[in-house]
């Protein structure tokens, strides 16, 4: 049975830490990916990982600051969010990448960046 489940989001201050996680049954042999939707704004891809877990992406404003990783035989993927800002707040998911493959999304996980 094919699904996702993301979990690790919460509140959290500017310059802190989150890591997210994701079980991604069913989806070994595809590339990846963590998307993210802020209020009002469409969803859009944060980072993604082939499906090997040797070739990663990030776009430019978390280059640096996210890691994304995953352990196949776990079915797990990770996003380590370091150096978080406000900007970042949004709701995140985990996909495969494109994200058209799996036909599902989870219900995503709440990440707040606040003082």
């Known amino acids: 049975q094919v699904q996702l489940v993301e979990s690790g989001g919460g509140l959290v201050q500017p310059g802190g830490s989150l890591n997210l996680s994701c079980s991604f049954s069913g989806f070994t042999r595809f590339d990846m990916g963590w998307f993210r939707q802020a209020p009002g704004k469409e969803r859009v891809l944060v980072a993604s990982?082939?499906?090997?877990?040797?070739?990663?992406w990030y776009t430019g404003s978390v280059k640096g600051r996210f890691i994304i990783s995953r352990d196949n035989a776990q079915e797990t993927l990770s996003l380590q969010m370091n150096s978080l800002k406000p900007e970042d707040t949004a709701v995140y998911y985990c996909?495969?990448?494109?994200?058209?493959?799996?036909?599902?999304w989870g219900q995503g996980t709440q990440v707040t960046v606040s003082s």
């Open positions: 990982i082939a499906w090997h877990g040797e070739t990663t």
């Open positions: 996909n495969t990448y494109p994200s058209s493959t799996s036909g599902i």
